[in-house]
């Protein structure tokens, strides 16, 4: 089965958020993507991967891929967060946080932890495909 990633980054953090999934566009274009709506744009337009955008975080949409999460319909989040910006939304934030802690999802929420997380995911998927 495709892993399904969510992406979200924070305004701040969307140029990584970029880098990053230029950096494993291979792998990630085999996958599932959906992402909060600036986020999804800017991959869809700038990488060309297919992504299921929802709302922008502030919208409503950390609480749509929240409720994927619970739904059964995640298996990772890479979450860039802002830690030095105040965020209107960060009830939002802890409750997504918080629904992966609960539902035992992994979730990145820095580009170190995304590469380590990523890395996992891709030498699984390849070790599925060889068996």
């Known amino acids: 089965?495709?892993?399904r990633i969510a992406?979200?980054?924070h305004d701040k953090k969307k140029d990584d958020m970029i880098t990053l999934a230029a950096e494993y566009r291979d792998f990630l274009a085999g996958c599932t993507l959906s992402a909060t709506g600036t986020t999804g744009g800017?991959?869809?337009?700038e990488l060309g991967l297919e992504v299921e955008c929802k709302h922008s975080g502030p919208f409503g949409g950390d609480l749509?891929?929240?409720?994927?999460l619970v739904m059964g319909e995640i298996d990772c989040v890479i979450f860039l967060r802002d830690p030095?910006?105040?965020?209107?939304?960060e009830p939002d934030i802890n409750a997504l946080v918080r629904a992966c802690d609960v539902?035992?999802?992994a979730c990145?929420?820095?580009v170190a932890t995304a590469h380590l997380v990523l890395n996992q995911l891709m030498h699984a998927n390849?070790?599925?495909?060889?068996?």
């Open 64 to 68: 749509q891929i929240g409720a994927q």
């Open 1 to 3: 089965m495709k892993p």
């Open 103 to 105: 539902h035992d999802v």
């Open 84 to 89: 030095m910006t105040p965020q209107p939304h």
């Open 42 to 45: 800017r991959l869809i337009n």
């Open 108 to 110: 990145a929420t820095n």
């Open 7 to 9: 992406l979200i980054a």
């Open 126 to 131: 390849d070790k599925e495909k060889t068996q």
